[in-house]
């Protein structure tokens, strides 16, 4: 192949630069010059990296063309399937991000089993010896006879291999160790990463497989790591766990294919990751009696509701600034909640030190959980449990009203699934025929769920 030409782009302006150098020369920001393929010559394969895709065809009218409703590929593991939304779609690319350790190439060979047993599957190592990936299997009890293997990291013969074999699915660990001839940069640097991604991409697009690429976040998150590619790829997955604990979850960020915050759960055991099949059980803690500083709440994590047990701890401050801290939650959100607790509620907590946890490592981004926060808030520092069998979720506005959230009758349901009795509910989110087995209770406001819970705290 040629060597194509390349150039320094700023990350910050865009500006091109021939050489590199420490300051962009248009913008004088420091060190975001990257090395890249100019994209203004049409002529360059390289450079023109979605010409297959879309130039070919020129302009065409929408209704026209066929939508192809590409035939999903399961992986075998349902969980999985659940956060790429039904399985691996022929051409799409995916991005599986996570720290290092946390078992995703564990994941992809188990999943790569399952689907070589119908269709051609190809591994390409980049990171490990194949020794060190049959151990794996080995470890695994995975049969390789189905799996194809490669161990190499220069994007050409990649490239070439993956046309030869024709694969249905692939996998790349990781998009970190690739290089391509066309760049003069060190693997791994942010202009391989992208180069070599979008090649692959390319590849895809122009009728090739599924393709997964593993890439290491590290604990800074953005050097070089996978966040450059989430534009690229189609569906961005991540891989998180708790290192003190067994359970693993993946979510997806991003997916042209699917639902977003979907949420897969897993259990990291002897013979490899373990579908987890009702992860509620895993958010709450399983203290026997109800204790002060705890309540469950229900979130919606993409199309999976999921009770999670909240935990306060409010303590008698000993220093002029006291603590504000938050495990799995936003701790700006913590802050609004405590105003609004004292503006609405008459409860000031201005001499407490305020510790707030999600149970087991889980991350809820989503305000459903306000009411609960606050009301864990409130049991803690009263130092009264919350009645048993009580579930409790709601938005919480800074005028004190409590909003109704998406899909309260799933969440009702998963709660009585789980044996909860009574639910602390928006009052916008009752409905007339309510759901078996669990008394919705209405609340509009946080004074009214702080009253209700004066009388039936234990
Ligand atoms: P791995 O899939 O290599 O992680 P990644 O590819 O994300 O870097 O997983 C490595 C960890 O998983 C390692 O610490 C050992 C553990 N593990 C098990 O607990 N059980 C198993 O069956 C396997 C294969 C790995
Ligand atoms: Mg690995």
Known sequence: MAKVKTV????ECGGQSPKWQGQCPHCNSWNTLVESIPVTDPSSGAGNRYAGLTAARGVMRLDRVDPVDAGRIPSGLPEFDRVLGGGFVPGAVVLLGGDPGIGKSTLLLQALQKVGDQHSVLYVTGEESPEQVSARARRLKVDGSKIALLAEIQLEKILASLRDEKPLVAVIDSIQTLWSEALNSAPGSVAQ????AAQLTRLAKAGGPAIVLVGHVTKEGAIAGPRVLEHIVDTVLYFEGDSGSSFRLIRAIKNRFGAVNELGVFAMTEMGLREVSNPSALFLSHSGDPVPGSCVTVTQEGTRPLCVEIQALLDEAHAPNPKRL??????????????????????????????VNAVAGVKISEPAADLAVLLAMVSSLRGKPLPAG?????????????????????????????????ALVPRANMTRQGVEGIQAIPVDRIDKAVDWLREHAL
């Open 8 to 11: 320094y782009v700023c990350t």
């Open 193 to 196: 990463v992208r180069e070599c």
């Open 326 to 355: 938050t495990v799995g939650l936003e701790t700006n959100r913590l802050a609004m909640l405590l105003a609004v607790l004292h503006r609405h509620a008459g409860i000031a907590c201005f001499d407490q030190d305020v510790f």
């Open 390 to 422: 009580l579930v409790v979720f709601g938005e919480v506005g800074l005028a004190g009203e409590v909003r109704p959230v998406q899909r309260g009758q799933e969440r009702l349901k998963e709660a009585a699934k789980l044996g909860f009795t009574k």
